[in-house]
């Protein structure tokens, strides 16, 4: 998929129109489709560039950042896709700088159904079905550690999320056990070659409020960084979302899947089982870093904004339920 002419300038007229706090009151009106931890995802409502997401990542200081970036972006994808199996949807990118010369960097997606999601489907489908999603999703996720442990030059990561899985054709669809997944969640492309970290990691600090920048490089950022490379700790995520997607009663049984699936089809990766209180104890204190991190960001945006009378460049939920 590319961006044609047209709609790049739609595009680039709607970023100066837009209003970071109130994305529905822009120029042109957006409608958040989900929040990330760090970036937002809308559809921009105008003829032109309807069946598209967006994922806006304001966060870089100079061309060659925008340029490391896409390199890593680009190539994360072709890793993806071409190397280990894994289906994307149709994509592109953009960047260019607002009106208040800030360098702006736009993911383009084919808009999926909301339905399809994986957050969503899971709230429709039944118990059985459920479940049988949490093994699709794990199948996908062997692939990128099956890939990692045939080679050692490059090594791949992955957030593998419910929410960042769309199931194609649902609801509509064959068996899950047919379906195939798409996976959407390809703004943070974390890969290392030789063991070097192609993602500049600063750039998970830069919507961060100045005053926390340096306490989440000391405590926080080589974890959330290294949880992604492994799978034990990925798996235990996958469940832990659970919680958050309100469907804390599947937690046991997907605990169960999850070490079935550890113990056979991955058996050769040699990952250690999960357990229900590894689970909870991770829901727990990652949703307490996360809201207070949410607070703090909001805190920042309030000085910048009614203090200071700047710009604060990123888009907040009001709350994110947990």
Not at 168 to 192: C, N
Not at 292 to 312: N, Q, S, V, W
């Given at each position: 998929?590319?961006?044609?002419?047209?709609?790049?300038?739609?595009?680039?007229?709607?970023?100066?129109?837009?209003?970071?706090?109130?994305?529905?009151?822009?120029?042109?009106?957006?409608?958040?489709?989900?929040?990330?931890?760090?970036?937002?995802?809308?559809?921009?409502?105008?003829?032109?560039?309807?069946?598209?997401?967006?994922?806006?990542?304001?966060?870089?200081?100079?061309?060659?950042?925008?340029?490391?970036?896409?390199?890593?972006?680009?190539?994360?994808?072709?890793?993806?896709?071409?190397?280990?199996?894994?289906?994307?949807?149709?994509?592109?990118?953009?960047?260019?700088?607002?009106?208040?010369?800030?360098?702006?960097?736009?993911?383009?997606?084919?808009?999926?159904?909301?339905?399809?999601?994986?957050?969503?489907?899971?709230?429709?489908?039944?118990?059985?079905?459920?479940?049988?999603?949490?093994?699709?999703?794990?199948?996908?996720?062997?692939?990128?550690?099956?890939?990692?442990?045939?080679?050692?030059?490059?090594?791949?990561?992955?957030?593998?999320?419910?929410?960042?899985?769309?199931?194609?054709?649902?609801?509509?669809?064959?068996?899950?056990?047919q379906a195939s997944l798409l996976y959407v969640d390809t703004s943070t492309p974390l890969f290392r070659v030789e063991g070097v970290e192609q993602l500049d990691p600063e750039l998970f600090l830069r919507s961060a409020p100045s005053f926390l920048v340096w306490i989440l490089r000391l405590l926080f950022l080589k974890d959330v960084v290294n949880r992604y490379y492994d799978f034990h700790l990925v798996a235990v995520d996958l469940v832990a979302n659970f919680y958050k997607e309100q469907k804390p009663d599947l937690v046991p049984d997907a605990v169960q899947v999850v070490n079935e699936f550890l113990a056979g089809e991955a058996a050769e990766l040699g990952v250690n089982p999960i357990d229900e209180k590894q689970v909870r104890d991770y829901y727990r204190e990652d949703a307490l870093i996360w809201s207070l991190y949410l607070a703090m960001r909001k805190i920042d945006r309030f000085i910048r904004t009614e203090l200071l009378h700047g710009e604060y460049p990123y888009i907040l939920p009001e709350q994110i339920k947990r």
């Amino acid at each position: 998929m590319s961006l044609s002419q047209l709609q790049l300038k739609l595009l680039q007229e709607f970023e100066r129109g837009l209003d970071p706090q109130h994305p529905a009151r822009s120029r042109i009106s957006a409608r958040v489709l989900g929040y990330g931890e760090i970036s937002t995802v809308f559809e921009i409502q105008t003829e032109a560039l309807r069946g598209l997401a967006f994922k806006r990542l304001p966060l870089f200081n100079d061309e060659h950042e925008v340029e490391r970036y896409r390199t890593a972006f680009v190539e994360y994808n072709r890793l993806l896709e071409q190397e280990i199996g894994i289906h994307l949807p149709p994509q592109d990118d953009a960047s260019f700088r607002n009106p208040a010369g800030r360098l702006i960097f736009y993911i383009v997606q084919k808009q999926l159904p909301a339905a399809s999601m994986g957050n969503r489907a899971l709230r429709a489908l039944s118990r059985e079905d459920a479940l049988v999603l949490v093994r699709r999703v794990l199948q996908e996720l062997r692939k990128v550690w099956a890939f990692n442990r045939r080679q050692h030059r490059v090594q791949v990561a992955i957030d593998g999320q419910i929410s960042n899985w769309s199931i194609e054709g649902y609801p509509d669809h064959p068996p899950l056990e047919q379906a195939s997944l798409l996976y959407v969640d390809t703004s943070t492309p974390l890969f290392r070659v030789e063991g070097v970290e192609q993602l500049d990691p600063e750039l998970f600090l830069r919507s961060a409020p100045s005053f926390l920048v340096w306490i989440l490089r000391l405590l926080f950022l080589k974890d959330v960084v290294n949880r992604y490379y492994d799978f034990h700790l990925v798996a235990v995520d996958l469940v832990a979302n659970f919680y958050k997607e309100q469907k804390p009663d599947l937690v046991p049984d997907a605990v169960q899947v999850v070490n079935e699936f550890l113990a056979g089809e991955a058996a050769e990766l040699g990952v250690n089982p999960i357990d229900e209180k590894q689970v909870r104890d991770y829901y727990r204190e990652d949703a307490l870093i996360w809201s207070l991190y949410l607070a703090m960001r909001k805190i920042d945006r309030f000085i910048r904004t009614e203090l200071l009378h700047g710009e604060y460049p990123y888009i907040l939920p009001e709350q994110i339920k947990r």
